[in-house]
C-alpha cells in the first residue's frame, strides 16, 4: 500500500467544505483513516482502504483493492439540562475492485475512471441522491 497521511476531501454542500481524514493506523494491508470534525467521538467519520495481494499457492491470481466510507449523523440531546451527542443514523458505503493479475495498468486505469464517471452520471445520482429506481 502506498504511504498515505492525510486525505482531504470536498464534500456536496453548497458551499463545499474540506473534509481532512487522518490516517490513525495500519493493520496488514487495511489502514484506517478519521475525519474529526465532530464535537463527539461517536460523529467521526470513517474511512477503511484495503489492497489485498494474491496469498501464495492461490491457483487464480486475484488483487482485491476496497474502500469503505461509514458517515453517522448525529444531533444534540437534552436530558435533565445536559446535553449530550445522539447518534441519528449512519451511511455506509463500499467499494471493491477486484483485478486480475493479468490486468494490464490502462485496464486498472479504465475500471477505476469508468466507476468515477458511473457515479458522477445522472442515473447514478438520481439513485442515490433521489432514491429513484432505476427503469
Not at 482502504?49 to 492461490?58: D, H, I
Not at 475492485?97 to 457515479?119: C, F, M, S, W, Y
Request: hydrophobic share 40%; no cysteine.
Amino acid at each position: 500500500m502506498p504511504s498515505i497521511s492525510t486525505i482531504v476531501v470536498a464534500d456536496a454542500a453548497s458551499t463545499p467544505v474540506n473534509h481532512t481524514f487522518n490516517k490513525v493506523k495500519v493493520i496488514g494491508d487495511t489502514a484506517y483513516f478519521v475525519e474529526q470534525s465532530s464535537s463527539s467521538a461517536l460523529g467521526y467519520w470513517a474511512l477503511t482502504m484495503t489492497n489485498r495481494a494474491p496469498l501464495p499457492g492461490q491457483t487464480e491470481k486475484i488483487y482485491r483493492s476496497k474502500i469503505s466510507l461509514v458517515v453517522p449523523v448525529v444531533s444534540s440531546e437534552t436530558i435533565n439540562g445536559i446535553a449530550r451527542p445522539k447518534l441519528e443514523y449512519t451511511l455506509r458505503s463500499n467499494v471493491e475492485h477486484i483485478i486480475p493479475a493479468e490486468a494490464t495498468l490502462q485496464n486498472r486505469k479504465d475500471q477505476r475512471k469508468l466507476l468515477v464517471g458511473i457515479q458522477n452520471d445522472t442515473s447514478f445520482v438520481s439513485m442515490v441522491e433521489d432514491q429513484l429506481n432505476v427503469t
